[in-house]
């Protein structure tokens, strides 16, 4: 496609469930990020692809979040027993390399744990 | 943790009027790059500076670094009120040769009133 598309655009979720969002990064593109904007805040880096290679998973809050880009293109962010901190947007970004380059980014997926 | 501190928070300017924002930041950098997200939307790159550069200029936005001073600013120029956004600095920082982590600053809220 044209750019980053992530889906569901908007998610609610029962404090407990398990939930899953979708990156569809920019054809091509071999470096793929998923970011946290919680309201008013900047994006915090969660997790980092080098086409299926995770090479970076620093960022994610805890072993309740999992990601994964098995074929090095799409990729899920998964989200185990959802607590109402995890309510926040899900930013996915991608672009070419790693070298100086500006990143792509989706419309993102809000999340909201009730 | 953000590696960018934006400055103001929050700015609100007449149309035509210039728009000025600050960013500091903490460690070395191979370039810091300034995205713009509308509200409810995901970022869009507007500008990248590497290190080595001290100002870039692309259409009305005028980007300074001072890399002495772990410094950087934005100047719009003539604001219209569809610059209305919030306005973020990014860092991206080498790490053990790969400079892949891009880290946001906590933004500022620019209003364009017409």
């Known amino acids: 496609g044209a750019g980053v598309s992530q889906s569901p655009r908007y998610k609610v979720a029962k404090r407990g469930q398990d939930v899953a969002l979708r990156c569809d990064p920019i054809?091509?593109?071999?470096?793929l990020f998923w970011y946290q904007q919680a309201l008013g805040q900047g994006p915090e880096f969660l997790t980092y692809?080098?086409?299926?290679?995770?090479?970076?998973k620093s960022g994610l809050p805890s072993d309740r979040f999992f990601a994964e880009r098995p074929e090095g293109s799409v990729s899920t962010l998964k989200i185990q027993r959802t607590q109402q901190e995890d309510s926040a947007v899900y930013l996915c970004?991608?672009?070419?390399?790693?070298?100086?380059?500006?990143?792509?980014f989706g419309s993102g997926t809000q999340l909201s744990v009730l | 943790s953000q590696q960018g501190e934006e400055d103001p928070q929050a700015l609100s300017i007449q149309e035509g009027e210039n728009a000025t924002m600050n960013c500091s930041y903490k460690?070395?950098?191979?370039?810091l790059q300034w995205y713009r997200q509308n509200s409810g939307r995901g970022l869009v790159h507007l500008i990248l500076?590497?290190?080595?550069?001290r100002e870039k200029h692309s259409g009305r936005l005028r980007v300074t670094l001072d890399t002495s001073k772990k410094s950087s600013s934005l100047l719009i120029t003539a604001s219209r009120a569809a610059d209305t956004a919030s306005y973020f600095c990014?860092?991206?920082?080498?790490?053990?040769?790969?400079?892949?982590?891009?880290?946001f600053g906590k933004g500022t809220l620019l209003t364009v009133n017409p």
């Open positions: 054809s091509g593109h071999v470096s």
């Open positions: 460690t070395s950098i191979n370039n």
């Open positions: 500076i590497r290190s080595n550069e």
């Open positions: 970004a991608s672009r070419w390399t790693d070298s100086n380059e500006k990143l792509f």
């Open positions: 990014a860092t991206d920082v080498g790490l053990a040769g790969s400079n892949y982590k891009l880290t």
């Open positions: 692809f080098q086409n299926e290679a995770q090479l970076d």
